[in-house]
């Protein structure tokens, strides 16, 4: 069966990053009995450049008929006077709302050979191994009213709508809780149910399912400001955290700090299962476009080619291979190889391209 990947490399280090993907995809080609097909499409700014839409159609056609998306990264400071509608960021909005990629997962794990790169003591953030469980379609980023209107005494009036409904909170909710199930068996679902409505019906929806679909996993609530806190302070309490679109943006940045660097983050973005067993999936690199090292050679690939590792677990079931691209990489950190990002003393600075060599040098050895 061969696969069928569309690669949308987007815009600043993007490109960069993805081309250092397709070589592990390679790879896993020439050595795994990995059997695949890619396609690409244009997305963000340079989208923009070229179809006058950060989202154009055929990207979204071309990206529902494929088994999976690899993502790059978009916007640039050369885009952020454009009308809101145009804006890089909605070309990948309108990817996951059209895909309806509901569930992102973005795991935060803390390599050993990383532990003094985080800007937390080591033994708050040694072993760390968090799942944040964001709802990616729904809250604030989507909510209508979603306008800027003109008062009569001239002033202007912005509104974005934080909206929620039971069936959207129940299916990130029950994401959470199999995923949990699979891991320590903990959930932490995080909102602010003290001053929002949505909180409040979150709290209710989640703990519904817990108690009739999941009661052998253990569940917490936590205001999501207090979780924000108790991230920096003991992060290690936390196993799953599942919470909504925009706090689960916020809070996973800061989980990414902890790991040391936002470049080795991976996340992925899923679909519901349809009943032809399909699910539409995307995977991105957490990090942004970058635009101050873009096609300088220094971008870290980790975080993308992470992607392609969960990418082999969640969309091709292929286990094996996706631990296999895990130790690879934690081998090369072990070994010492740093891009500029996670740089330590003593350690051997390479750029993005000889970061993917020693990742593929280190495949090749485990692989044996
Ligand atoms: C993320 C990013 C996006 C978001 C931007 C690029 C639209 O910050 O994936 O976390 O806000 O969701
Ligand atoms: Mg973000």
């Not at 080609?29 to 890619?38: E, G, L, P, Q, V």
């Not at 399909?278 to 980790?302: F, T």
Request: glycine share 8%; charged share 25%; with cysteine.
């Amino acid at each position: 069966m061969t696969h069928q990947i569309l690669l949308t490399p987007g815009d600043g280090i993007g490109p960069e990053v993805i081309e250092e993907t397709q070589r592990v995809l390679g790879w896993y080609a020439k050595n795994r009995n990995f059997a695949f097909h890619t396609d690409t499409a244009a997305v963000g700014g340079n989208a923009y450049e070229k179809f006058g839409t950060p989202g154009p159609d055929e990207t979204i056609a071309k990206a529902k008929a494929a088994d999976a998306v690899l993502f790059g990264a978009v916007g640039g400071p050369q885009w952020d006077k454009l009308p809101f509608a145009s804006k890089p960021e909605q070309g990948l909005l309108r990817l996951r709302k059209d895909l309806g990629l509901f569930a992102n997962l973005r795991p935060a794990l803390c390599f050993d050979a990383l532990k003094d790169a985080s800007s937390l003591k080591p033994e708050i953030v040694s072993g760390l191994d968090i799942l944040i469980v964001r709802e990616l379609t729904g809250g604030v980023y989507f909510g209508e009213p979603k306008e800027t209107t003109t008062l009569p005494d001239g002033q202007k009036r912005a509104v974005d709508t934080q909206v929620y409904t039971t069936h959207e909170i129940a299916r990130i909710a029950r994401v959470a809780f199999e995923l949990a199930g699979l891991r320590s068996k903990r959930v932490a679902s995080a909102e602010k149910s003290n001053v929002m409505v949505t909180g409040v019906l979150w709290r209710e929806v989640v703990s519904e399912i817990h108690k009739k679909e999941f009661p052998h996993i253990e569940l917490s609530h936590v205001l999501a400001d207090n979780c924000a806190m108790q991230l920096v302070r003991n992060p290690k309490q936390y196993d799953v955290i599942v919470t909504d679109n925009l706090f689960g943006d916020v809070l996973s940045d800061e989980a990414a700090q902890l790991t040391g660097s936002i470049g080795m983050l991976p996340s992925a973005s899923l679909g519901a299962k349809q009943a032809n067993g399909r699910q539409a999936a995307l995977y991105e690199p957490i990090h942004g476009s970058a635009p101050d090292i873009a096609g300088k050679g220094l971008a870290n690939p980790i975080a993308g080619i992470l992607s392609f590792a969960m990418c082999l677990r969640y969309s091709f079931g292929r286990i094996e291979d996706a631990q296999l691209l895990e130790r690879a990489v934690d081998r090369v950190l072990a070994e010492g190889f740093r891009t500029a990002d996670i740089m330590q003393p003593g350690m051997t600075k390479v750029g993005t391209a000889q970061m993917t060599d020693a990742i593929l040098k280190a495949l090749d050895k485990l692989a044996v």
